[in-house]
């Protein structure tokens, strides 16, 4: 009687797995339409909603910042750029020396002197990178006009990425 029951469970879940197989279109499947052919501008409206879509535009170079000029966006990029190249290698500095904090600062016995020069490292580092931040940011200011300034000067400092 058990093995009945279970049987005719399986035999229920194999046919309800056949509807649902058969209830779905394929791309390939042949027209039923006979000779009947798709005019050509319904195929090619139905190539183009396969390909992705366009990316987005750009961001603008410094957001919130209004009637930017195509010489002052420029320009910006540019400074830009050139900062975040001159941050690369200082940035990876600090992250590296990081890391040789936290395996110093982990062993059985630490070295309370080695962890403090360490992270006087780590803060010489940084105190690089905020120079280079502040330099980057008055070099931004010579180009902008008062009122850009102004709404410059009146943005909320970046947050800190969490470390954790």
Do not use: C, W
């Amino acid at each position: 009687m058990n093995t009945k029951k279970i049987a005719a469970v399986i035999a229920i879940i194999v046919m309800g797995f056949n509807l649902v197989l058969f209830a779905q279109e394929t791309k390939n499947k042949p027209s039923h339409l006979g000779n009947q052919s798709i005019p050509n501008q319904m195929q090619r409206e139905g190539d183009f909603k396969n390909l992705p879509p366009m990316p987005p535009p750009p961001p603008p170079v410094l957001p919130g910042i209004p009637n930017l000029t195509k010489e002052q966006s420029e320009s910006i990029h540019k400074l830009q750029i050139n900062v975040a190249q001159a941050k690369f290698p200082l940035e990876n500095n600090v992250k590296e020396k990081e890391a040789r904090l936290h395996t110093i600062s982990t062993v059985k016995v630490p070295d309370m002197q080695a962890i403090e020069k360490q992270i006087d490292e780590i803060a010489a580092v940084k105190v690089q990178l905020a120079k280079l931040q502040a330099a980057h940011d008055q070099d931004i200011r010579k180009l902008l006009d008062d009122e850009q300034r102004l709404i410059f000067d009146k943005r909320p400092p970046m947050p800190e990425p969490r470390p954790f």
